[in-house]
């Protein structure tokens, strides 16, 4: 898990079951936090991991898939710009197993 600011960015296999316990994870600190998150403004995305199983963790986090080019504070990301190519930066970063 990584925190900037208001994100939380988590990294983790490619697991429904890890996926699972970060929902878990989430109510548990809205129930704490008397805070809510925004599953419908939350994205996740994976690399090396296929379409398929990315679409059956949005169904279990009630989000979106992470699409690039997007801006994460303020920098395109996974885009070229002036020849440097910046590397992509995911909400939740799976690893294919």
Known sequence: MLQYADDT????KTNIKRVFNIKVMLSCFELVS??????????????GVKQTKIM???????CEIMRTPFK???LPIGDAI????FGMR???KLKAE
């Open 9 to 12: 960015l988590f990294f983790c």
């Open 82 to 85: 002036r020849g440097v190519i």
């Open 34 to 47: 008397d805070l809510k998150v925004n599953f419908l403004k939350s994205r996740i995305g994976g690399v």
């Open 56 to 62: 059956s963790f949005t169904s279990v986090l009630n």
């Open 72 to 74: 994460y504070l303020g």
């Open 90 to 92: 995911w909400s939740i």
